[in-house]
């Protein structure tokens, strides 16, 4: 039951329910695992402001895996495969619909004799 209400203490948020406030309150491990993750956070706090470099080679390896683009509109690529995606999509609805019609057009016929 310990560890159930410890495993349960480590993923709510916040103080949670009485039970679950009272065992943070008297278990050891808990409370070792609570200052851990404020540890943490301090320390990535710490980092918010810290700017890495790019690795070497990093730009030119980014630009070399993209494919060509228009150099007037450098998004052009992006939204050409955008377009094709929808009227892919476009396309199914449409057929769906077309089959749809003529299957009740079907059944419309048989109904009338
Ligand atoms: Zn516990």
Redesign the pocket.
């Known amino acids: 039951m310990?560890d159930a209400?410890?495993l349960l203490?480590g993923r709510l948020p916040g103080q949670g329910p009485a039970a679950v406030a009272s065992?943070?309150a008297s278990?050891l491990?808990?409370q070792a695992?609570a200052a851990r993750r404020r540890s943490l956070q301090r320390s990535l706090a710490a980092l918010a402001d810290e700017v890495a470099p790019a690795p070497a080679g990093l730009r030119d390896g980014v630009l070399a895996r993209l494919e060509a683009q228009d150099a007037a509109d450098p998004r052009r690529a992006l939204v050409a495969r955008a377009a094709a995606r929808y009227a892919a999509a476009a396309g199914v609805v449409g057929a769906t619909l077309v089959a749809l019609a003529a299957g009740l057009a079907r059944r419309h016929q048989r109904a009338l004799g």
Do not use: Q, S
């Open positions: 310990r209400l410890c203490a065992h943070r278990c491990r808990c695992a």
